[in-house]
Each structure stands twice: as C-alpha cells, then as structure tokens.
C-alpha cells in the first residue's frame, strides 16, 4: 500500500482520533453526535495507524515523504 500520511499528520490523526472516540463515548452527545464522532474518530485513528487516506489520495496529497519510494 502507498504511504500518503506521514510527518507531522501521523500522530495528529491518531491523537485526533482517540479524543474524538473518547468525546463519542464519554462526552453525553446525542445519538447522532456520539455517532459521528466515533465514526469520524475510527477514520482518524485507522487512516494514522495504516499511513493511508482514500480521500488525501484523490486530492492528490502526500505527506509521506519516506526514502522507500513511498510504499509502506
């Protein structure tokens, strides 16, 4: 899989996403609230985690810059 999130985005995402999972689950939001931030809080969290995103790639962004050539 090609690597398009690295640098400084890696660990914003993974922090970003286990406070968006913990609003989700401990902040008391309403049921559509507390949905989207879990969901939003798995993507951030997945996308940190694996070092890919579908949507940075359609955008055509890469903030992997690794010697490997980019694959991970």
């Known amino acids: 899989m090609i690597c ?4 400084f985005e890696k ?3 993974i922090v970003g ?9 401990f902040g008391g939001l309403s049921g559509v609230g ?3 931030a ?3 809080g798995v993507v951030f969290l997945a996308t940190g985690v694996i070092g890919y995103c579908p949507l940075t790639s359609l955008l055509g ?3 992997c ?5 980019g694959k991970k």
Do not use: D, E, F, K
């Not at 398009?4 to 640098?7: A, D, E, K, L, R």
């Not at 810059?65 to 050539?69: A, I």
């Open 11 to 13: 660990p914003i995402r």
């Open 38 to 40: 879990l969901t939003l």
């Open 17 to 25: 996403g286990l406070l968006l999972i913990g609003v989700g689950a």
């Open 34 to 36: 507390m949905g989207v």
């Open 4 to 7: 398009n999130v690295g640098g």
């Open 65 to 69: 810059h690794s010697t490997s050539g």
């Open 61 to 63: 962004i890469n903030t």
